[in-house]
Each structure stands twice: as structure tokens, then as C-alpha cells.
């Protein structure tokens, strides 16, 4: 069963992507080549299209051979998947029309408000140190959960700066996802689900590893970050997964956010400050940046899965959130003559 999934989703995307391309072309849906942008032609938006299809389409057949095992799983992921649904529907709208930032903040708002309905939501955890769930009042809950959505969202958009590295960060996460699901919690549909989406950004990833000949665009990012968001929440111990799988990307934007505010800036205008614009600009190739996040973020990840649950799992978050603040404090100082600093 999870072989014909993987096979349909990762089918879906490949041979839709570049139908998407074209249908992106001819609405003129491109990316023009920019200052803080890398490409220098024009590459057509909205193979986020093609990714959420192939998602789609496989979990469609999932439903049909692995339904939900009971009332409260199947609300969860209708939230999840509707959801995703939306998110998609609002990037196909920002793709075309190039929407200002607030009107993507309140999507996210409310997109996280539909998962907290559908009681996808950071209520219950299991503490690192006594190994024992604990439930956060719902004044707590919320707010957390809408700040996990969003800053996934956000996080996910943001990383998708270099050919292959949203799509490919986000396909390892899934399957790390799909593997906790199954064998630490017994999960199967949510399991079959998280390898569909891996599935589906592996069959985007040929025609949007450099050279891209496809953006996955806002479509695309969108989709990703909530459905992540999402499946990371519907196991008490997966947002630990999550955070040592995404969590160079998550403090890179944390960071992002307080260069700007600290220089006066709004911290949604975009530039080159990333970290993964910054190494680019040291010299190494996109490939080499992004084949560097792919190690990094699969290896930490792996970490959930291998290390025995509590305190082993917040020294690797420990230890992973040192590793990135010093690269990132390396990596922003000024650029002196013969030094290594950056510029940017």
C-alpha cells in the first residue's frame, strides 16, 4: 500500500509540474529574474499546483483502503486537509496577482484558526524530562497553535530562496513524519499521508533542482508549511521531529526577523540576508547549499527517531540551535578585505 502511494503521489507531480509550467507561462505567471533572486531568465510560478495535485490524488486513494481509525482522527485531518486545500487555492491567487504581505498574514491567521476548530492544535505534550503528556489550558493552546502555523508557513516561504531546497527540506521532513506516524505511533493513515506528500515534492524536485525550470511559488510554500504544521501536531512527541528537521530554517527566519527590526526594516520585506543566500554568497554553488541543508536537516531529524524519548532530544535541539546561531552570527558580520565574513 505505501508503495503504490509514494508511486501515485511522486507520478502525479512529475508529469503535472511541467503542465503547470506551461499553464504559468501562458498567464503569465513568471518570475522575473531580480536583485535578491538568483535565476537570470524568467521561470514560471505555480508548480506548487502540481505538488498539491499529486498530494491530492493519493489522498484520495488513501481514504478509500485506510480511512481514519475514528471520529476524533478523521476531524484532525479534514482540518488538515482542507486546510492544505485552501492554502493552496490563496497561492495560486498571490502567484498571479503578487498580493501584499497583510493579506498573506491574516490568510495564515485564519488558516490557523481552521486547524485549532478542527482540533489540530499544540495542547498536549510530552514533557522532555518525565516522559508524561501534558495538556496546556486552552488560553495557552491557542495562541501557541496559531503561532506554529503561521511560523511554519512563514518559515517554509522563506526557505524557498535556492533551487530544490524548500521542496527537498520539506520531502525529508515528511518522511520522517511518515516514519515516526507509523512505527513510534501506530498511525497509519496519518502515516500514508505524510509520505504522499513527501512523495509528491520528490516528483517536483527534478524540475525545480538547479537549474530550476519551475518555481513552486507562494502556491506551493503555502501548502507545504501548513500541511507540515499540521501533521507535526497530530502526535504528542512529533514536534520535536519537526523542530530538529526544520530547525536551521526556523532560527534563520527567527533571525531574519530581529536583523530587520533591529535596522528599522519591516521584517516581511524580503532581501539576501538568509543563511542560504549568505553561504551562497561565500562562493559554494546552490547545489553545494542545499545539498548541505538536505544533510543537516535529515541528519538532526533522524535524531528524533533514533534517540530514547525526553532530555536526549532537547540536547540535540541544544546543540543544532548553537550549531546554526554561531554559523548565522559568523556568516552576518561584515565583510573585511581577505576576511571570511559576508557580504549581503
Given at each position: 500500500?505505501?508503495y503504490?502511494?509514494f ?35 524568467p ?29 476524533q ?39 490557523a ?18 516522559g508524561?503528556?501534558v495538556?496546556?489550558p486552552?488560553f495557552?493552546?491557542v ?63 527534478p ?9 513552486m ?46 535596522a528599522g ?5 524580503g ?13 559554494l554553488g ?29 540536547y ?11 554559523v548565522?552570527?559568523?556568516v ?13
Amino acid at each position: 500500500m505505501a508503495y503504490s502511494v509514494f508511486l501515485l503521489a511522486f507520478g502525479v507531480a512529475c508529469i503535472l509540474t511541467p503542465l503547470s509550467g506551461r499553464l504559468a507561462a501562458r498567464a503569465g505567471v513568471v518570475d522575473l529574474p531580480r536583485t535578491r533572486h538568483q535565476h537570470e531568465r524568467p521561470v514560471p510560478r505555480w508548480g506548487g499546483l502540481a505538488l498539491a495535485a499529486g498530494f491530492f490524488v493519493a489522498v484520495a486513494v488513501i481514504y478509500r483502503v485506510a480511512p481514519p481509525d475514528s471520529h476524533q482522527e478523521g476531524l484532525q485531518l479534514q482540518g488538515v486537509l482542507l486546510g492544505g486545500l485552501l492554502a493552496a487555492a490563496f497561492g495560486l491567487l498571490d502567484d498571479w496577482r503578487e498580493l501584499p504581505a497583510w493579506p498573506q498574514l491574516l490568510v495564515q491567521f485564519l488558516l490557523a484558526l481552521l486547524a485549532i476548530v478542527h482540533t489540530d492544535w499544540l495542547q498536549v505534550f510530552t514533557h522532555p524530562l518525565t516522559g508524561q503528556l501534558v495538556r496546556l489550558p486552552d488560553f495557552l493552546a491557542v495562541p501557541l497553535t496559531v503561532f506554529w502555523v503561521m511560523g511554519m508557513m512563514n518559515t517554509i516561504n522563506w526557505l524557498d530562496g535556492l533551487d530544490g531546497l524548500a521542496a527537498g527540506v520539506a520531502a525529508i521532513a515528511a518522511l520522517l513524519f511518515a516514519a515516526h506516524s507509523y512505527f513510534v505511533f501506530g498511525q497509519v493513515t496519518v502515516a500514508l499521508l505524510a509520505l504522499a506528500l513527501a512523495a509528491a515534492c520528490l516528483g517536483f524536485l527534478p524540475w525545480n533542482f538547479h537549474p530550476a525550470r519551475i518555481f513552486m511559488g507562494t502556491t506551493g510554500s503555502a501548502f507545504l508549511g501548513y500541511i507540515l504544521a499540521t501533521l507535526a501536531i497530530l502526535a504528542p512527541a512529533k514536534t520535536a521531529t519537526a523542530l530538529l528537521v526544520l530547525g536551521i530554517p526556523i532560527l534563520d527566519v527567527a533571525w531574519q526577523i530581529m536583523t530587520r527590526l533591529r535596522a528599522g526594516r519591516a521584517p516581511w520585506l524580503g532581501d539576501r540576508g538568509h543563511l542560504h543566500h549568505r553561504l551562497y554568497n561565500l562562493g559554494l554553488g546552490q547545489r553545494t547549499v542545499v545539498l548541505g541543508y538536505y544533510a543537516f536537516c535529515a541528519g538532526f531529524g533522524g535524531l528524533a527517531l533514533i534517540l530514547p524519548p525526553g532530555i536526549y532530544k532537547v540536547y540535540a535541539l541544544g546543540i543544532l540551535g548553537m550549531l546554526t546561531l554561531s554559523v548565522l552570527w559568523v556568516v552576518s558580520r561584515p565583510r573585511q578585505p581577505g576576511g571570511l565574513g559576508s557580504g549581503g
